[in-house]
Each structure stands twice: as C-alpha cells, then as structure tokens.
C-alpha cells in the first residue's frame, strides 16, 4: 500500500503541479501584457510568441537534466577511472575494444539490429493490410497491439515461463516445452542453447513491436487515395501487385519511418535480456554490459560510461536521420 499511495500520490502531485504551471504563467503573461488598451495589438503579438515557451519550458527543464546532463557526465566519466577521480584518457575505450564481452555484444546487437527491425515491420505492413480488409479487423488490431500496453520487464517475465524448462519426469509449465512433450519430444533449456537463445530473445520484442508497427502502417495504408486503387484493379493488376506495386511504394516513407523507430529500440535493449537471461550464455547487449559495470559488484564508472557513449554514437545519427525524414513527410 505504502507503494500504491506513493504513485497515486506522485501522479497527482505531477497533474496538480502541471495544471497550476500552465494557468499561474498564462495569467501572469496576460496580466503583464493585457489584449485591451492603445497597446492591444503589440500586447497580442507578444503572448503569442512567448505563450508556446510557457508549454515547452517544463519539457525542455526535464530533456536538460535527464538527457542533456547525463550525456556530458558520461563523456566525463568515461575519460576517467573506475572512481571518476583520475584522468586515464581513452584507456577505457582500449580497454572495449579488446574486450570479448564488449565483442560479444556487438555482434549480438547487430544481429538483433538486422532481425527485429525487419520482421517488426514487415508482420505488421502484413497485419495492418490483412486487418483493413476483414470485418472483424478492429479486435484483430486490438489484440496485437495489446503487446505495446505491457512494460518489457513484464513481457521478459511472461515469455520467461514461455520457455521455462522442468526435467522431463515432471509435468512442463512452459508452454514451448509442454506443445514439445505433447508432439513426443525432449523438453529443453531453450534459454542456455547458443545463438537460439538469442533468437528467442528476440521473438519477445517482435511480439511487442509488431503492433507499433500495424497501427502507424495502417494509417499509412488507409492515406493511399482509393482512386490510385480502383485504376490499378481496373487495369488487371492482382492483389499482390496492387499491394507490393502500388500501395507499399507509397508508403515507404513511413516504412523506414517504422523501421528506424524500432531500430533505435533494439539498439537500447536492456529489460528483456536482463529480466530472461542477465546476459549469459551468449546473450549480452551493450546495455545489460553497461549496465553490468555501472551497477553490479564494484561499479567501474569509467568503462560502464564508456559503453553508455558507444550506444549513444550508435543510436544518434539512425535517430537523426528518422527526424529528417518523418519531417520531409510531414512537409510533404
């Protein structure tokens, strides 16, 4: 309770605060510069170039202490001892790049890099084509999207007893191991087989990706004028071509729109390897290894910020160019 008092007690502190921000600094912007008087008209132009600032200081307080101000820290940290107290230079990066762990994870993040952003995008261009077209779409939409609603600690946790493993003399609690009783199989240990477990891993954040995916395609897809549509059937183009000729050459925009968001996810994957394996048995992220310096045993602040930068280096120039080009769309 003591828990459930504390959140309800932040989320109305949070309501409460963001409610009096915005009406104590409108009224004092329209109280400083009234819409009445010989000045009304330069008064008016005043509130409405500073009002978006009221909306977007709070915004822009928060993206400075949390986003802003860590990443100079671990630029700072990173060029120091495990400590932070003496200046060792980029013996931390020396120290990644002849690290088997640190080698590991690469590979695994690439190939988590070229698997799920994939097949999150192309099961969703699929669901969000087969869902417009049936009469009962809306609930099918509604119940592969439902995945998005569930943290990825909560999702580790459920797949976890997905695969979870009992020795054969007893009953399977795993649903991959019991449908692999059932079929005459051997159970197994689906989480400690190399490269499989990794694969496995990954099913966990396609499931949940998936669904992001149907909905934005979906939209994308009910945008394409129905005249463009109705010439292609009329000129004997099947299904197939009106799809993959017509309507996906359309969207592609929003397709790599897609396909990037996810792949920023990937490459800051932490919970879902954390919660099923803790990065053994061939499964390490960069973050979890991040993750593993900062805070388990004793903490080596300077090559656990030095892992911290290398995924930043990584994510920053896919999210840059997502923006250009969900900007180019919007202009468009």
């Known amino acids: 309770m003591e828990q459930v008092s504390f959140a309800l007690g932040t989320i109305i502190a949070g309501v409460f605060g963001c409610v009096t921000w915005f009406w104590g600094a409108n009224w004092v912007l329209d109280t400083a510069f009234p819409a009445r008087g010989p000045r009304a008209g330069r008064n008016i132009a005043i509130t409405n170039s500073v009002r978006p600032w009221l909306f977007l200081l709070p915004a822009i307080l928060a993206l400075g202490i949390y986003l802003v101000y860590p990443v100079f820290k ?11 107290r003496d200046f060792v230079g980029m013996s931390n990066y020396l120290w990644l790049i002849n690290d088997p762990k640190f080698h590991e994870s690469l590979r695994n993040n690439a190939m988590w890099l070229l698997i799920v952003p994939a097949l999150s995008t192309l ?22 999207f439902m995945p998005m609603a569930i943290s990825f600690v909560g999702a580790g946790v459920i797949w976890k007893f997905v695969y979870d493993y009992r020795d054969a003399a007893q009953d399977q609690i795993g649903l991959l191991n019991a ?32 669904g992001f995916a149907m909905v934005i395609l979906s939209a994308a897809l009910r945008g394409i004028p129905e005249e463009t549509i109705e010439a292609a059937v009329l000129d004997g183009a099947s299904p197939w071509q009106v799809f993959f000729k017509i309507q996906v050459p359309q969207i592609w925009g929003t397709i790599a729109v897609v396909w990037t968001t996810i792949t920023i996810t990937v490459l800051k994957v932490f919970d879902i390897v954390f919660v099923m394996t803790n990065g053994e048995t061939g499964t390490q992220v960069l973050a979890n290894l991040m993750y593993s310096w900062m805070f388990k045993g004793t903490p080596d602040y300077g090559r656990g910020s030095a892992v911290a930068i290398v995924i930043m280096l990584l994510v920053t120039p896919i999210m840059v160019w997502n923006i250009r080009n969900a900007g180019k769309e919007h202009s468009e």
């Open 123 to 144: 099961i969703g261009l699929v669901a969000a084509q087969i869902t417009d077209r049936i009469r009962w779409g809306a609930i099918a939409k509604a119940f592969i």
């Open 74 to 84: 671990s630029l700072w940290l990173s060029v120091y001892d495990s400590d932070g």
């Open 179 to 210: 449908l692999v009783v059932s079929l005459g199989g051997t159970p197994q240990t689906w989480l400690q087989i190399p490269m499989w477990n990794s694969l496995l891993l990954m099913v966990v954040l396609i499931w949940i990706q998936t």
